[in-house]
């Protein structure tokens, strides 16, 4: 059989994987705080049909004879560029304005989230549209060491470690701060601190694991988790009242579609040729 047929059956199958990443993030492409997908290719081995040769005598060397065979998938990449933060007007829809993602509570343990519309439960805590808490801080001062699997309710004075942020339900004025902190007016006129939403970040971000539901997970090559509050090592500022909309541009993306068709279309004429080629082959007893 020829080579070409499996390198063009090869081809296919990238160029389906490409397709594939590509209608994710256009079905994303109003989803708050995603991350875009991006496919990198690398060829396969090269069959060698002649070894290169250094120069003697009165001769000169020669190259090497090579024979590629088709191609593989190298990577799906997450692309974390800065999305555009879009107003909304809602005091608990945050967005994050520079590095770093929501820690909040799964029951698989912390993840982590760009997407910033977050909610109330009939207890008061700040919690994700799938119910999960959002983590914080009792003061600025953020601990160290690994996030208890369970959150304590924030205490009636902030106090160092992760918690629950617990809005009282006649709170009036609710506020959350550039720096993450949240406050209210509480019944009696008084301005009253919840706690600080806080942020994480890694040092390799394009090693985490995409979890479903806007959610990452730690990886073994996403590093270990730095945390602190917004405007802090490195990471971004909060933004109440807008949310950080996808980072996918449908022009982007519409041209990676046509690339991978034509890319695709290519790689069918060359089985179809190399079909042509055996079929010549084929009749030539007759």
Not at 109 to 119: E, W
Not at 216 to 223: E, M, T, W
Not at 232 to 245: H, Y
Request: a neutral charge.
């Amino acid at each position: 059989m020829l080579r070409s047929m499996y390198s063009g059956i090869s081809g296919l199958k990238n160029f389906q994987t490409k397709l594939d990443v590509v209608g994710n993030n256009i079905a994303n492409v109003n989803t708050f705080g995603y991350k875009k997908g991006r496919v990198t290719f690398k060829d396969l081995v090269n069959q060698s049909v002649g070894s290169a040769s250094g120069a003697g005598g009165n001769v000169g060397g020669t190259n090497p004879k090579q024979v590629g065979l088709g191609a593989s998938m190298s990577t799906v990449d997450n692309v974390y560029n800065q999305g555009a933060l879009q107003n909304t007007g809602r005091t608990l829809d945050v967005g994050i304005s520079g590095e770093g993602f929501y820690q909040v509570m799964t029951a698989e343990g912390i993840r982590y989230t760009r997407s910033g519309n977050f909610y109330t439960d009939l207890d008061g805590n700040i919690v994700t549209g799938d119910g999960n808490y959002v983590v914080g801080t009792g003061t600025a001062a953020v601990p160290t060491g690994p996030v208890p699997n369970g959150l304590p309710d924030a205490p009636a004075t902030p106090t160092a470690g992760y918690q629950k942020l617990k809005i009282p339900t006649d709170a009036r004025n609710l506020s959350i701060g550039k720096d993450g902190l949240v406050t209210y007016v509480n019944n009696t006129g008084a301005l009253t601190t919840v706690g600080y939403i806080t942020l994480a970040n890694f040092p390799n971000p394009g090693g985490l694991e995409k979890s479903g539901v806007n959610l990452f997970s730690a990886s073994q090559n996403s590093g270990p988790v730095a945390t602190g509050t917004p405007s802090t090592k490195g990471l971004g500022q909060l933004t109440s009242g807008t949310l950080e909309m996808s980072n996918v541009d449908l022009s982007e993306e519409f041209t990676e579609m046509i690339i991978a068709q034509r890319g695709f279309q290519a790689n069918t004429r060359i089985i179809t040729t190399s079909d042509q080629v055996l079929e010549e082959l084929v009749n030539l007893k007759r």
